[in-house]
């Protein structure tokens, strides 16, 4: 579950799936994605960590630069686990009619709450 949470987490940042989208491109080094996203190479390098720790992202060290890529084997890991997680809600069930699967208390109070809100509407038109 851990693992999930730190996935979700590093996608929950615009600047994030920024790099993601270049990184589909082809793996890239700090600089160039910092240049690209006009971002300081500090903040990218923050980003980039989240990203690698969450396992989405993998570095290759390349003479003095560090060049990030998707790690796709990763990724696919974590798609099939989240479809596990995610499936129901991805494709629901089509919805039930009325009240079929609520506790008949909560039944009766809606309907008592829905008849109060209508009266209520009601009576600022009139």
Not at 87 to 93: A, D, K
Not at 101 to 108: Q, T
Request: hydrophobic share 40%; charged share 25%; aromatic share 4%.
């Amino acid at each position: 579950m851990q693992e999930q949470v730190r996935f979700l987490g590093a996608l929950s940042s615009e600047p994030r799936i920024r790099m993601l989208m270049l990184l589909k491109e082809h793996p890239q080094c700090v600089k160039a994605l910092a240049e690209r996203l006009q971002m300081t190479q500090p903040a990218v390098s923050q980003h980039l960590r989240v990203l690698k720790d969450a396992g989405v992202v993998k570095a290759n060290k390349k003479g003095n630069w560090m060049h990030y890529e998707i790690d796709a084997i990763a990724l696919a890991s974590m798609g099939k686990s989240l479809a596990e997680v995610f499936g129901g809600w991805i494709s629901p069930p089509p919805a039930g009619k009325g009240d079929a699967n609520c506790p008949p208390k909560l039944v009766k109070e809606c309907k008592t709450q829905g008849s109060i809100q209508a009266t209520a509407r009601r009576g600022r038109k009139g």
